[in-house]
């Protein structure tokens, strides 16, 4: 008797130990707040889902199922398989418990005697979970306490709920919700009697082989059917075991999904920085964005359709962003074509790219700001040879052919290269070097690597930064960083500063906003001219890597980029074939509801008519208007209304801010800075007369010309109509006195300037 005696002393010791923590199981609301899908739902502002992105790499668990989202099928399969008293007991299974103890005590293979209840109990708290060696005596005693304490707390329902969201099933598979979508690609409620059979064999044998689970669950199948009366010798068995060893192949359950993959990532790392920061635990089960929902998937789609298109141009990759003006939150951001990209994985917002002319805004923003041009100044476009320290630089326009005098206001709308290249020699290479690191865009180079290539856009710029540059210029030269991704960090304010007179920001997008300034280089009827009031630029990258259109409304700043992320070139796309139709989809979407209104002018903007030729009292013999009168709009202090060449008005080309013609100690000592003494030019007859004009600069802007002993020209700049011969040019001064004078020779053909 005394044999006895201590082991059942020990064994009620055990329990008296335990039973207290047995006692302390939670409720089932806690197990259902606390569970944590593996999976964030990233979700836009409107609380819609735009992606679910895996953040626990160590398990695989979907989302909570409730019970009635469970089918059928797999509620019986698994009360069957592993507890088929389930609604009888209370927790414990005693007849189950005594015949597999009688089972052991005659060494006979009986049904386990552990209920759903126990189960669940071991996997809600790792004290009574089983070990690789099974579990011991204190282990099974706190077990059983367990289980009977939920099923007197819990309902069945809530048992059974809980069991299959919280039981292991294959590899890093936790949960119906995760198995049902890995294995069978579908939701737990449409699980059918078959992939139910699986699932349930899973349970008993996760690390079973195929084979294996496949036999056991064409056993459960059978149960299944004999428990509706139907009979289990109707399976094939062989057919079971084929179709389980397909689905435990499959991996349909997507690690992120949906369609905004990359700013999902970018949300989710802000998110983790903050928690880092508060030093509170990481992992949320959804992320409210500042993403817009209908926003972004009509920008997918607008993408993808668009490249589609475009694929006969070897184009495959493009992105797209939209930024609210006023607070500088993200409302759609596509940064790859997807299934139509080999480099669907490299966000294109992000990616440095060069931007081509749509850096021309702030070149002309910034000469306009420091009164060195106005928007009718006229500036020359044609052949042009610059010396640098590595040779000659020689810009070319777009479609290879050059326009002569031009207005600034033409010049960025046709989107000329050789006149910006002029104006940034006048503006200097490092000032605007440091006026687009203040817009944010900052480069690793300095001004001077760059050289007078950056007009024409040679550095890397991400497009998330060159949007919000453009943003900056909706804002009226303020700068602003882009908002947090999430909603409640985005609600702060936006932080600003003014990096660019308001002013000449103003009259920027003015310019970008006029159709008929764009006409010479897109024609009369530009997909850029939208229905309502809109400001755009259009750009492409040496050898057509890169695409862009960028522009902004009264509330929205939209970039689109295309090309292709392996940097190869596109074939034959041009400013308005490319990223421009994605770009004026986007606003016509934006506006759809609401057209955009032409901002007003700033304090100290004035408008006036200006008039591009001689005045009419100088017209006989003095050459024809280069565009027509309009209206213009100056800053305070730069307002002129004629602009005329070869001297047929004074002001031609004179820079405010450059000597005037009041100040006599400057005139005084004017010098010819171009062309040289000794210059001899060859005049070719395969050019047109027009592109051929020799430039005479003096560094005097009431400088006055004279060419063998003829008044020609007054101003700091002339152009000549060649003529062959020896020529000697002088500059004087208002009573004739020459300053400076300069011999030349010009042989070839003679050119007659004709009349109109």
């Known amino acids: 008797m005394q044999r006895w005696t201590n082991p059942l002393r020990a064994l009620a010791m055990v329990w008296l130990a335990h039973a207290p923590l047995a006692y302390a199981v939670p409720s089932f609301a806690e197990v259902q707040q606390d569970f944590r899908s593996s999976e964030t739902r990233v979700l836009s502002r409107e609380g819609e889902l735009l992606q679910r992105v ?21 509620r019986t399969a698994m009360v069957l398989s592993e507890d088929r008293r389930f609604y009888e007991h209370s927790g414990v299974d005693w007849a189950a418990v005594t015949a597999a103890a009688w089972g052991n005590l005659w060494n006979q293979r009986t049904r386990g ?36 304490v939920l099923d007197r707390r819990w309902s069945k329902t809530q048992i059974l709920e809980a069991y299959l969201n919280l039981v292991p099933f294959r590899g890093e598979m936790v949960g119906i919700d995760a198995l049902s979508r890995t294995l069978f690609d579908k939701a737990p409620h449409g699980l059918d009697d078959r992939e139910a059979a699986v699932a349930a064999a899973l349970v008993r044998a996760p690390n079973a082989r195929p084979a294996q689970v496949g036999q056991r669950a064409c056993g459960v199948l059978k149960d299944m059917r004999a428990s509706t009366g139907v009979g289990g010798s109707s399976v094939d068995c062989d057919a079971v075991v084929f179709f389980t060893e397909v689905a435990l192949k499959k ?25 880092m920061a508060a030093s509170r635990p990481q992992g949320v089960a959804s992320l409210r964005t500042t993403l817009s929902a209908p926003l972004q998937r009509f920008a997918v789609d607008t993408l993808n359709q668009h490249l589609q298109e475009l694929r006969t141009s070897n184009v495959q990759d493009g992105a797209i962003l939209v930024l609210d003006n006023a607070t500088g ?9 997807g299934v139509l990209s080999q480099a669907d994985e490299v966000d294109a917002v992000l990616a440095p790219r060069q931007p081509g002319s749509t850096l021309k805004p702030f070149l002309y923003g910034q000469a306009i700001a420091e009164h060195k041009l106005t928007a009718a100044s006229l500036i020359e476009d044609s052949p042009a040879r610059i010396p640098t320290a590595s040779g000659l630089y020689i810009p070319q ?37 440091d006026q687009l690191n203040h817009l944010g865009m900052p480069m690793r180079e ?7 290539s950056l007009a024409l856009g040679s550095p890397e710029i991400p497009l998330l930064q060159l949007t919000n540059a453009y943003r900056a210029l909706a804002n009226g030269g303020r700068y602003s960083a882009v908002a947090p991704s999430t909603t409640a960090a985005a609600a702060a304010k936006p932080q600003y500063q003014q990096v660019m007179d308001a002013g000449a920001a103003f009259i920027v997008g003015d310019m970008l906003a006029d159709n008929n300034a764009r006409v010479r280089t897109f024609g009369t009827s530009s997909v850029l001219g939208t229905r309502s009031w809109t400001a ?13 259109a960028i522009g902004w409304s009264d509330r929205y700043t939209v970039g689109v980029w ?18 421009a139709p994605m770009w004026a989809a986007m606003m016509g979407f934006l506006h759809r509801d609401r057209p955009s209104r032409a901002p007003q002018a700033p304090v100290g903007v004035a408008v006036q008519w200006v008039d591009f030729g001689p005045a009419p009292e100088e017209q006989a013999g003095a050459g024809f208007a280069l565009e027509a009168r309009r209206q213009e709009w100056f800053l305070a202090g730069t307002a002129q209304k004629r602009f005329a060449l070869d001297g047929q008005a004074s002001g031609i080309d004179e820079l405010p801010g450059s000597r005037q013609p009041g100040d006599a100690q400057a005139l005084a000592t004017a010098r010819i800075v171009a062309p040289a003494n000794g210059t001899i030019v060859a005049v070719d007859p395969d050019i047109p007369p027009d592109r051929q004009r020799l430039q005479f600069v003096a560094d005097s802007a009431s400088a006055r010309w004279r060419m063998d002993g003829k008044d020609v020209a007054r101003g700091a700049r002339w152009a000549w109509l060649p003529w062959p011969g020896r020529h000697q040019v002088e500059l004087v001064n208002a009573k004739g006195e020459v300053l400076d004078s300069i011999r030349l020779e010009v042989r070839g053909a003679g050119v007659k300037q004709s009349k109109r």
């Open 562 to 579: 295309v090309g292709n992320a392996s940097g190869a070139a596109m074939h034959s796309v041009s400013g308005t074939s490319g990223a």
């Open 113 to 148: 005697a552990s209920t759903i209840s126990m189960q669940l109990a071991g996997l809600l708290d790792g004290d009574w979970r089983r070990g690789s060696g099974g579990r011991s005596v204190v282990q099974k005693a706190g077990q059983t306490v367990a289980a009977q």
């Open 329 to 337: 939150q993200v409302l759609a951001w596509v940064g790859s074509s």
């Open 446 to 452: 300095s001004g001077s690597y760059f050289g007078y």
């Open 54 to 74: 895996r953040t626990d790499a160590t398990v695989r668990r979907g989302d909570w199922v409730p019970l009635a989202d469970v089918s059928a099928a797999l």
């Open 536 to 548: 755009v630029k259009t750009g492409t990258s040496k050898d057509m890597r890169d695409n862009w």
């Open 251 to 275: 991996r349909a359950f997507e690690a992120s999904d949906g369609i905004a993959p990359h700013f999902s990532r970018i949300a989710l790392r802000e998110q983790r920085n903050i928690k």
């Open 397 to 433: 326009n777009y479609d290879r052919s050059f326009k002569g005098w031009v207005s600034v206001r033409t010049a960025l709308g046709a989107s000329l290269n050789v006149p910006a290249v002029r104006t940034l020699v006048m503006v200097g290479v490092d000032d605007f070097f």
